[in-house]
């Protein structure tokens, strides 16, 4: 990873934080100055948590207002959904809408609806990665399929009858492989750590989410699920060349509740979108293999959020998830 990125991703952290310290002792301040709550339903440290800081990193000074990260863990974001449903319609808060939170809406984890959202802005679309340990033959594309044709491989994802073992069980499927053994944990941390120590046999990340032990030789990249090459893992394949068409990604943007004023839902739009084309939030992208095209206004965004619960609903009932 890049030193400026480091050091970028350190900021955030390091801003975020001390705002997240300081509000509950400013209460009244906070409240008289009208904190924002940044509400994601991630771990510290995963891609939906560092793409959300570094969204606040300038969002907050655009709208010369504080930002409050709130996590509410749950239900692969069904908890963060429900409660930003107790929260008034205000534009005082922000939610981290995730593929994520379409496959928890798609198996009906929660009563929340696309209609009770008023889309903001996407701030990437960062396809599903395969990563082992390149201790691991396994490394190589046509050894990754080829040992899954007589055994099972242990897949670590986060959460269960989300994106990630969607992502896996879709490709065994399409691939005719044997079907892959689903290890979840409670973020990617974890994931990571066991694949290191090899009590599981594939990561199933994105780029963002692993790239400093990709770039320190720790952990290979398999197999991408994007239409094209990524530019940052060109040597890598996507499953379309190995014969498997799957393509599939995590994407990342805000929604506040609907019912928000026109005027205040273009704000906050106007004020992310600015952020997000600031050359910190751009350094971000291009360090995660992404690029300007990752960040679209409220109209793109909200259609997309709409294709994307349509497909995953799709997929989940093709998969046996829905019945």
């Known amino acids: ?17 001390v705002f997240a310290v300081a509000l509950p002792i400013l209460t009244t301040s906070a409240k008289a100055d009208g904190a924002i709550q940044a509400i994601t339903h991630a771990g510290f440290g995963g891609g939906t948590d560092v793409t959300t800081r570094m969204m606040l990193l300038r969002t907050r000074r655009y709208l010369k207002q504080d930002m409050q990260l709130v996590n509410k863990k749950g239900g692969g974001g069904a908890a963060s959904m429900d409660y930003m449903m107790t929260l008034p319609a205000d534009g005082q808060h922000t939610l981290t809408w995730t593929t994520g939170h379409a496959v928890s809406m798609a198996l009906g984890k929660t009563k929340v609806k696309l209609s009770d959202m008023q889309p903001l802005a996407r701030g990437t679309d ?18 990754f399929v080829s040992a899954q044709k007589s055994k099972s491989l242990k897949y670590g994802t986060t959460h269960v009858g989300g994106i990630d073992d969607v992502s896996a069980i879709a490709f065994t499927k399409k691939g ?9 944990y409670k973020g990617v941390a974890p994931i990571k750590t066991n694949l290191i120590k090899g009590d599981i046999d594939v990561g199933v990340l994105n780029l963002g989410e692993a790239v400093t032990e990709i770039e320190d030789g720790t952990l290979c990249v398999a197999v991408v699920l994007a239409s094209k090459r990524m530019e940052k893992l060109n040597n890598v394949p996507t499953a379309t060349e ?42 971000f992208l291009t360090d995660i293999g992404l690029d300007a095209t990752s960040v679209v206004g409220a109209d793109e965004w909200g259609k997309q959020m709409e294709v994307m619960l349509a497909e995953m609903s799709s997929q989940l009932k093709a998969l046996g998830y829905i019945k």
């Open 1 to 17: 990873m890049k030193k400026s990125f480091k050091l970028l991703l350190a900021t955030a952290v390091l801003v975020t934080e």
């Open 126 to 143: 960062d396809p599903q990665l395969f990563v082992v340990n390149c201790k691991n033959d396994i490394k190589d594309a046509k050894k």
């Open 176 to 184: 005719n492989l044997t079907d892959p053994t689903i290890v979840a």
């Open 242 to 283: 190995l014969g498997i068409p799957v393509v599939l990604s995590t994407v990342r943007g805000f929604v506040t509740k609907k019912g928000v004023s026109s005027e205040r839902a273009k704000t906050l739009e106007d004020a992310m979108i600015k952020a997000m084309e600031h050359k910190y939030f751009q350094s």
